[in-house]
T-cell receptor, first 113, second 113 residues
Framework: QKEVEQNSGPLSVPEGAIASLNCTYSDRGSQSFFWYRQYSGKSPELIMS????GDKEDGRFTAQLNKASQYVSLLIRDSQPSDSATYLCAVNMRSGGYQKVTFGTGTKLQVIP | NAGVTQTPKFQVLKTGQSMTLQCAQDMNHNSMYWYRQDPGMGLRLIYY???????DKGEVPNGYNVSRLNKREFSLRLESAAPSQTSVYFCASSEASRDRKAFFGQGTRLTVV
């Protein structure tokens, strides 16, 4: 089992729709969860972080966390063509006494005009 | 406002050559990371450093060595490059607290022929 799992996609949504991106993780002790956006040929950039169960909203983005189910998701409302990118889920996990950030393989999102 | 700076941005090596990728951050972060990114594989951790003077292996450390020169700098060395090491390499840094938001450099595109 991968430590952080995402569907690779591509996920295609029409402009203006809600895009829903999902992620599961293996370490029940994880406390910090992040979503990164990566445009083709660019480095990942942080768009959301969440630490507590429930929803966290920031503009058109909502992160959702369910620690009991080991599940974190990202909703993008009113999707725009500029949202087309790969979205990486990242989890802060324990490893050998240290904490480190582990990434999923990413979900490619395509917003169709 | 540099953040994380990686050099070089592009590099072509012949099989068996060696090189060092340099990374420096100016955010006073304790933790630093080296990732490689290959199509369909996501970001895979090569090595990380939880603090100055400490380094630890990640998921794919074979063929690489690292040096945490000081708090700012974390270098990655390929002693004898192989075509399998053709990839995009990212350096990142994060705080040591629960809020481990990782900030990335612009990446190094390495081709080994």
């Amino acid at each position: 089992q991968k430590e952080v799992e995402q569907n690779s996609g591509p996920l295609s949504v029409p402009e203006g729709a809600i895009a829903s991106l999902n992620c599961t993780y293996s370490d029940r002790g994880s406390q910090s969860f992040f979503w990164y956006r990566q445009y083709s040929g660019k480095s990942p950039e942080l768009i959301m972080s969440i630490y507590s169960n429930g929803d966290k909203e920031d503009g058109r983005f909502t992160a959702q966390l369910n620690k009991a189910s080991q599940y974190v998701s990202l909703l993008i409302r009113d999707s725009q063509p500029s949202d087309s990118a790969t979205y990486l889920c990242a989890v802060n996990m324990r490893s050998g006494g240290y904490q480190k950030v582990t990434f999923g393989t990413g979900t490619k999102l395509q917003v169709i005009p | 406002n540099a953040g994380v700076t990686q050099t070089p941005k592009f590099q072509v090596l012949k099989t068996g050559q060696s090189m060092t990728l340099q990374c420096a951050q100016d955010m006073n972060h304790n933790s630093m990371y080296w990732y490689r990114q290959d199509p369909g594989m996501g970001l895979r951790l090569i090595y990380y450093s939880a603090s100055e003077g400490t380094t630890d292996k990640g998921e794919v450390p074979n063929g690489y060595n690292v040096s945490r020169l000081n708090k700012r700098e974390f270098s990655l060395r390929l002693e004898s490059a192989a075509p399998s090491q053709t990839s995009v390499y990212f350096c990142a840094s994060s705080e040591a607290s629960r809020d481990r938001k990782a900030f990335f450099g612009q990446g190094t595109r390495l081709t080994v022929v």
